[in-house]
């Protein structure tokens, strides 16, 4: 019922990209049809359309632009390039180009940012480049984790073990049926089939599945506080095993946040460092005219182009807020950016007069530029004085820095000619500083992080760098690169190339794919729309929640509340946790499962009455195995879970001894269970099988009383064994530093419970239980730690062994 519950509860969250992309505004659009302006729905577009495009429009088409001035569109839910990609209706492509590239379009659903054009419909629809997202998307096949492979082949073992041991329990008690006798006796035959049914009911270890969903929901809550919203349950444990991150640079690795952090005045070079009250008089101009020279604001909120943005806030760490130098130079005029000229100019007027600011591209101010600011001082520009801007300027470059040049005329510059040079400002979205070290430790966990972004080559390549994940620009690739490959080609080079630049949709979807193929087990990141297909082809997605569309959240596994790259490696160390605990809980409950078997299978092989019934059994498998399960489950992550590498997610859930754990633990209970049985005839003058059997068939008081001997060393026996699989590799004393609270809840109620079936009126009828004597009590117990016993042995062993190999 449970999982039932769950797996509904998971069906109507389930990703609906199709219905989320329908949700997707469908905005207004301006046309020209029969020589007219009219104002339509963008649903109602078709192919030839003329279309209007305007500063704040949202894109309702595919278009081919046939008019652009100054036209900026922001496409980064679509390519991820985190900055407006400059449009040019005059380019013709002679060769296909990334979908980032092409300067003559417009997508679908991307946002004009500054400028104007005409635009052509050329696909509509699910034609569009964001429709064959869509649709790729609704193609990519669910593929099933590494867990719920490992389960179904488990479930598919343990089902064919229950059909042979049922048809051998039975061919055994009808062997005996015989031999006894009775094979008239209708009475037997029924007995027969009950110990079978009993075999059955042993066999299969009916809390497993419960308590492997409530180990997930537990991840899912300690996720959810680490920033991790998990949309799908059985990703909690995938995470465990990935060895390959694909992350997209801007938001994520990134701050998704323009910043200036270098600049320059002659023959000064300034770091973030120095940008404060006290930086000196040539960096306060720079930043004075940069802000002004911008239309940003940063006063209630961040509104503008975030480039501008990043000046406002440099002047502002300077104490030069735009409002106050504004209201000392008050803006009379404004020439705006164009593609041509490459600069913006405005002019403000001041108690003495006026002055104008220029800023743009540093080829086009060093022009007009007759003049240079040097500290404090106007003098003539030199051929020096270009040579060493020039070279500031290729200093920045090399660091992928994007670079602005200011001047400014003591007057009204409307000609923008005999400027006065001030300096250069560099910026870039620099990376999250806690992106760093959680890249490091990803690092020594054995995975490895990919960057795979829109943004050009070199830009993707500074920010890698500085993040550690590449350290040679021959370790990048570029989409239109992996556009001319084969997939055995591409295949081959993700096993070297850490930084995938200016791809496609399609694209990333290739590189998720050949990671695969590869062996990997892939995480992708991803919030636009463009991730969506690969988000759904990674073994994991992993959607952004603050910048991240629906479409893509809807394709994803989970969500990172915070956009932090940081809490994807929180995640991969709770979802290494979740798995460890997982295996400690399967090979608990098998122990057990094979304790059952082996004792029953035992004593029916040698014709004995069955040491546990049919409601023993049930009471162990539901309730006195699944609370320590549980408490297993719920056990803190190992210290150093994160200096193992990925486990091969080719390896079953038993690899690395975790087989003769089980079955080592599950016979020695079993021998303690077996022992308990023949104590009861012990105590009892019968000292043979042969003499047991006539006791116990004769004498059904006895014969519960050994059976509830048996049933009470079993079940208090796990619990103990339940202490020594806490920890494997050391002795049960470290629960006391650890403090696992869970654990000692789970003992404690554990032998309360069995303690009630045996002792309390009504109860033990229902169970069939009988009173226990001191001497029987003691067996039982004396019995029921031996496995904790055997556990510090094998602990101790273990630890002389390593203790005399280090000497």
């Known amino acids: 019922m449970l999982n039932a519950l769950i797996g509904t509860i998971q069906e109507i969250k389930a990703q609906n990209s199709l219905e989320a992309l329908k949700k997707m505004s469908s905005p207004l659009v301006n046309v020209i049809r029969d020589g007219k302006r009219q104002r339509i729905k963008s649903a109602e577009l078709v192919k030839g359309d003329i279309v209007i495009i305007d500063e704040g429009d949202t894109i309702g088409a595919d278009l081919r632009l046939i008019e652009s001035h100054n036209l900026k569109i922001i496409e980064s839910s679509l390519t991820g390039e985190s900055l407006p990609t400059e449009k040019d209706a005059s380019l013709v492509f002679s060769k296909k180009v990334g979908i980032g590239d092409r300067l003559n379009l417009a997508y679908m659903s991307t946002t004009v ?34 867990l719920q492979k490992v389960l179904a082949k488990l479930s598919k073992y343990l089902g064919m073990l229950t059909l042979l041991i049922v048809v051998l329990v039975l061919v055994i008690d009808i062997i005996w049926i015989f031999i006894d006798g009775k094979g008239l006796v209708l009475e037997s035959y029924i007995e027969a089939l009950l110990s079978s049914i009993s075999l059955a009911v042993a066999a299969i270890p009916e809390g497993l599945a419960a308590v492997v969903t409530i ?84 006063d209630e909120g961040l509104y503008g182009d975030p480039t501008e943005i990043a000046l406002v806030i440099l002047a502002n760490s300077l104490d030069l807020p735009k409002k106050l130098i504004e209201a000392e130079e008050e803006r009379i005029a404004e020439y705006p950016f164009d593609s041509n000229r490459k600069m913006m100019s405005t002019t403000h007027k001041f108690k003495d007069g006026y002055i104008s600011y220029t800023k743009g591209a540093i080829d086009s101010i060093l022009k007009r530029s007759s003049f240079i600011y040097d500290n404090g001082v106007v003098r003539k520009i030199t051929v020096d004085d270009i040579n060493k801007i020039n070279e500031a300027n290729d200093y920045y470059s090399h660091q992928a820095l994007r670079v602005l040049a200011l001047a400014y005329f003591e007057g009204d510059s409307r000609d923008e000619k005999n400027l006065i040079f001030v300096g250069l400002t560099a910026m870039i979205d620099p990376p999250r500083k806690e992106a760093i070290p959680a890249v490091s430790k990803l690092h020594e966990a054995g995975i490895s992080t990919v960057m795979i972004t829109g943004d050009h080559k070199d830009t993707a390549f500074a920010v890698a760098s500085m993040l550690g994940i590449c350290t040679d620009i021959n370790d ?87 956009d932090n790259f940081a809490s994807i490696e929180k995640a991969v160390e709770e979802g290494r946790g979740i798995y460890s605990n997982i295996k400690k809980t399967v090979y608990f409950l098998l122990g057990s499962n094979i304790a059952e078997v082996f004792a029953m299978l035992l004593l029916i092989i040698l014709g004995l009455p069955a040491p546990l019934i049919a409601i023993h059994l049930l009471w162990v498998n539901l309730i006195t195995d699944s609370l320590p399960a549980i408490a297993l489950g719920m056990q803190a992550k190992d210290k ?168």
């Not at 005409?118 to 480049?129: A, P």
């Not at 590189?511 to 690969?534: C, E, L, Q, W, Y």
């Not at 069939?768 to 039982?780: D, F, K, Q």
């Open 113 to 146: 940012s500054y400028g104007r054009g005409l635009g052509v419909v050329i696909n509509t629809g699910m034609d569009t480049e964001i429709g064959k997202i869509a649709t790729s998307i609704d193609e990519e096949p669910e593929s099933e984790t590494p």
């Open 215 to 298: 180990v997930l929901a537990i991840g899912v809550q300690r996720m959810a506080k680490a920033n991790t919203i998990v949309r799908k349950l059985h990703s909690v444990e995938t995470l465990g095993a990935v060895s390959v991150i694909c992350s997209d640079k801007t938001g994520t690795l990134t701050q998704n946040k323009m910043t200036v952090t270098e600049a320059y005045t002659i023959n000064k070079y300034y770091k973030e460092a120095d940008f404060n009250k006290t930086a000196p008089k040539p960096l306060k101009l720079l930043a004075k005219g940069m802000s002004l020279c911008s239309n940003a604001s940063v």
């Open 476 to 562: 990048c690739m570029t989409g239109s690169e992996i556009d001319l490959m084969t997939e055995e080609e591409l295949k081959d080079a993700v096993k070297r190339v850490r930084v995938f630049a200016r791809v496609s949709p399609e694209n990333k979807v290739q590189i998720v794919r050949a990671f695969k193929a590869n062996g990997h087990i892939v995480a992708m990141t991803g919030d636009g729309v463009n991730d969506a297909p690969s988000l759904k082809a990674a073994d994991i997605g992993i959607a952004m929640g603050i910048t991240g569309t629906d479409v893509a959240k809807g394709a994803a596994d989970m969500v990172l509340a915070d």
């Open 640 to 807: 150093a879970i994160m200096k193992e590498k990925p486990r091969d997610p080719s390896e079953g859930i038993f690899a690395n001894g975790g087989l003769n754990l089980t079955l080592g633990y599950g016979i020695v209970i079993t021998i303690c269970v077996i022992i308990s049985y023949f104590s009861c005839g012990f105590l009892n003058h019968a000292y043979s099988i042969s003499a047991i059997k006539a006791l116990y068939t004769s004498n059904p008081l006895i014969l519960h009383q050994a059976q509830t001997m048996a049933f009470t060393t079993l079940a208090f026996a796990e619990l103990f064994h339940m202490i020594g699989m806490s920890s494997p590799k050391e002795s049960f004393i470290h629960i006391f530093k650890d403090k696992n609270h869970m654990l000692f809840i789970a003992f404690i109620a554990g032998i309360l419970l069995q303690f009630l079936v045996i002792e309390l009126p009504g109860v033990s009828d229902i169970f069939s239980t009988h009173n226990l004597t001191a001497i029987c009590w003691l067996i039982t117990f004396l019995m029921s730690i031996l496995p904790l016993f055997i556990h510090e042995i094998v602990v101790l062993i273990n630890y002389l062994k390593k203790k005399k190999e280090l000497k």
